[in-house]
């Protein structure tokens, strides 16, 4: 059986310019040969490091790190900071779901 898995990242600059063109999904996944979840877990992949770029958060090389490897210290208050921007959008939301449960629970009269 063929692995039908392929490197998105080596078509990662076309994947993006049809996108911004305004290719549907099924016709970018057709013209490389991808699933659409393929394509789906690439465009997550991709939004997750944009968004860490934006935070000013340089991306990590997967693996070990090397022995002589010294972290500087704007780059860990950079990542601290985006973790607590992350934790307090959480943090919002829930708080947003909760004020619709007990409203929903008032206009129900369940509570």
């Known amino acids: 059986m063929k ?6 990242q080596e078509y990662e600059k076309e994947i993006i310019e049809l996108r911004e063109k305004g290719f549907s999904r099924k016709e970018i996944c057709e013209k490389f040969g991808f699933t659409i979840k393929q394509y789906e877990n ?8 944009q968004r ?19 972290a500087g210290e704007q780059d860990t208050v950079a990542e ?18 909760n004020e619709l449960m007990r409203d929903f629970l008032s206009l129900t009269e369940r509570k």
């Open 3 to 8: 692995r039908s898995y392929r490197h998105m």
């Open 42 to 49: 690439f465009i997550n992949r991709y939004n997750a490091k």
């Open 52 to 70: 860490k770029l934006a935070a000013g958060i340089i991306p990590k090389k997967k693996g070990r790190q090397p022995k002589d490897y010294v």
């Open 80 to 97: 601290l900071k985006h973790i607590l921007a992350r934790k307090d959008a959480q943090i919002k939301r829930l708080e947003m779901e």
